[in-house]
């Protein structure tokens, strides 16, 4: 007899399993159950085209530390052409407190995936030394009051830099992870500092868009404040965190103040296909559950990351190109059943006449799964692309859609992303 995985185990599971990098823990995700030809009929999953949620705005990785990556790599993860290219949309670098003499390898970065389509965030680890009560980028400190001015004008400087190398940021955050000092550059903010940064210096950078908190845990804390004041709400453009810990959850505070929501790191250690798994799942629930705009990954370019240190598409990588490649910048969610039935995980989404759907299997029985879309011009077909531990972005027979309604035969431990056309 196999276990059935419930949302809220999976849920337990992505938390337990996710790498942070505060912690020691083993960070492989428990195994799921081996395949079996079981085949259940799963409940129906419910699609309603009316009902339109937010905005999503891309899904992409970070180069911090990375170095220049090189155009091959670029092209594979930003690139869109065919199933050997990720689709990716957006570039987090990282701002180097040396100042602008270490700036270049993240401009070229930015320069390759701009070139491809994509948009460009920056997010400073520590302020420089001279700046903070330590005088060390390393170790935690905090930006010394005097410095909040000159801080202002650093990261204008480096906005600046950018846009006049053919690179112009999308947006700027104040400070990665403000509540943690480690032993790599870090910097505490406490969230009146925070806010009183925003509410009174965030002028300074200019017209790129802010955002904070970037909390490891996305701790309301940090940006409630800055929501709350109506002269620091102005000034931010986006709330960011990570979602480490138990960062994951729905944020109406930031949404009633008209502010995008962007998830910009987490990572796994973990290569496996199950591990991949937990990482489309963790999207769906980004996405679906919370209303994210954004979910941006750790690093690019690792064993464990979206391209393996050599440049292969890792498995995580498959798994991350089902949303990235098919739900683009500017397609809106539309409200869909999340979890018809255990182990299977869905969201829609919707651009003019465009319809996408990603359903998600981790069970490990096929699932016989029925969709019905509703609330507009519903498609009359649709072309599935899977992938399993097995086979990565594979196109599929074109299947019928009959009055907005099909069913199709979700394969163990799989992810399907349905296009209509």
Same mark, same amino acid.
Not at 206 to 217: C, D, I, P, R, V
Not at 249 to 256: D, E, G, K, N, T
Not at 288 to 303: E, G, R
Not at 368 to 396: E, K
């Given at each position: 007899?196999?276990?059935?995985?419930?949302?809220?185990?999976?849920?337990?599971?992505?938390?337990?399993?996710?790498?942070?990098?505060?912690?020691?823990?083993?960070?492989?995700?428990?195994?799921?159950?081996?395949?079996?030809?079981?085949?259940?009929?799963?409940?129906?999953?419910?699609?309603?085209?009316?009902?339109?949620?937010?905005?999503?705005?891309?899904?992409?990785?970070?180069?911090?530390?990375?170095?220049?990556?090189?155009?091959?790599?670029?092209?594979?993860?930003?690139?869109?052409?065919?199933?050997?290219?990720?689709?990716?949309?957006?570039?987090?670098?990282?701002?180097?407190?040396?100042?602008?003499?270490?700036?270049?390898?993240?401009?070229?970065?930015?320069?390759?995936?701009?070139?491809?389509?994509?948009?460009?965030?920056?997010?400073?680890?520590?302020?420089?030394?001279?700046?903070?009560?330590?005088?060390?980028?390393?170790?935690?400190?905090?930006?010394?009051?005097?410095?909040?001015?000159?801080?202002?004008?650093?990261?204008?400087?480096?906005?600046?830099?950018?846009?006049?190398?053919?690179?112009?940021?999308?947006?700027?955050?104040?400070?990665?992870?403000?509540?943690?000092?480690?032993?790599?550059?870090?910097?505490?903010?406490?969230?009146?500092?925070?806010?009183?940064? @925003?509410?009174?210096?965030?002028?300074?950078?200019?017209?790129?868009?802010?955002?904070?908190?970037?909390?490891?845990?996305?701790?309301?804390?940090?940006?409630?404040?800055?929501?709350?004041?109506?002269?620091?709400?102005?000034?931010?453009?986006? @709330?960011?965190?990570?979602?480490?810990?138990?960062?994951?959850?729905?944020?109406?505070?930031?949404?009633?103040?008209?502010?995008?929501?962007?998830?910009?790191?987490?990572?796994?250690?973990?290569?496996?296909?199950?591990?991949?798994?937990?990482?489309?799942?963790?999207?769906?629930?980004?996405?679906?559950?919370?209303?994210?705009?954004?979910?941006?990954?750790?690093?690019?370019?690792?064993?464990?990351?979206?391209?393996?240190?050599?440049?292969?598409?890792?498995?995580?990588?498959?798994?991350?190109?089902?949303?990235?490649?098919?739900?683009?910048?500017?397609?809106?969610?539309?409200?869909?059943?999340?979890?018809?039935?255990?182990?299977?995980?869905?969201?829609?989404?919707?651009?003019?006449?465009?319809?996408?759907?990603?359903?998600?299997?981790?069970?490990?029985?096929?699932?016989?799964?029925?969709?019905?879309?509703?609330?507009?011009?519903?498609?009359?077909?649709?072309?599935?692309?899977?992938?399993?531990?097995?086979?990565?972005?594979?196109?599929?027979?074109?299947?019928?859609?009959?009055?907005?309604?099909?069913?199709?035969?979700?394969?163990?431990?799989?992810?399907?992303?349905?296009?209509?056309?």
């Amino acid at each position: 007899m196999h276990t059935k995985v419930t949302l809220a185990f999976c849920t337990l599971l992505l938390f337990a399993a996710s790498c942070s990098k505060h912690s020691t823990n083993n960070n492989t995700p428990a195994p799921l159950p081996p395949p079996d030809t079981t085949t259940i009929a799963g409940n129906l999953a419910f699609v309603d085209l009316s009902d339109v949620q937010q905005t999503i705005r891309g899904f992409g990785g970070s180069s911090a530390w990375l170095g220049a990556l090189p155009a091959v790599d670029m092209a594979t993860l930003f690139g869109n052409a065919d199933s050997t290219q990720l689709g990716l949309t957006i570039l987090r670098v990282r701002i180097d407190p040396a100042g602008s003499s270490q700036w270049g390898n993240e401009l070229q970065n930015a320069q390759s995936a701009m070139a491809l389509g994509g948009i460009v965030m920056a997010s400073p680890w520590s302020p420089p030394a001279a700046m903070k009560t330590n005088d060390s980028t390393k170790n935690g400190g905090s930006l010394d009051t005097s410095s909040y001015a000159a801080y202002s004008l650093y990261l204008a400087s480096f906005a600046n830099y950018f846009a006049t190398n053919g690179a112009p940021l999308y947006a700027l955050s104040v400070q990665n992870e403000p509540e943690i000092a480690t032993w790599y550059e870090s910097c505490v903010w406490t969230p009146d500092n925070l806010l009183n940064f @925003v509410k009174n210096y965030a002028p300074s950078i200019g017209t790129t868009k802010l955002m904070a908190s970037e909390s490891f845990h996305f701790d309301p804390a940090y940006t409630d404040p800055i929501l709350n004041d109506p002269v620091a709400a102005s000034h931010l453009g986006i @709330v960011a965190g990570h979602i480490y810990g138990s960062g994951l959850f729905p944020y109406p505070l930031a949404a009633s103040e008209g502010k995008e929501l962007w998830m910009t790191e987490h990572m796994d250690t973990s290569t496996s296909w199950e591990g991949a798994l937990m990482t489309a799942v963790e999207i769906n629930q980004c996405l679906a559950s919370c209303s994210f705009n954004v979910y941006n990954y750790w690093w690019l370019k690792k064993s464990w990351g979206l391209i393996d240190t050599t440049g292969a598409i890792t498995k995580r990588g498959y798994a991350m190109a089902q949303f990235a490649k098919y739900v683009r910048p500017g397609y809106l969610r539309v409200t869909s059943t999340i979890s018809p039935e255990n182990n299977v995980f869905v969201s829609s989404y919707k651009k003019g006449d465009t319809v996408v759907i990603v359903a998600i299997n981790i069970g490990p029985g096929k699932v016989r799964q029925p969709f019905t879309v509703t609330g507009g011009t519903t498609p009359a077909s649709f072309v599935p692309h899977i992938s399993t531990a097995f086979t990565n972005l594979q196109t599929m027979d074109t299947i019928t859609a009959t009055g907005g309604k099909f069913t199709y035969l979700l394969l163990p431990l799989s992810i399907t992303t349905f296009v209509s056309f």
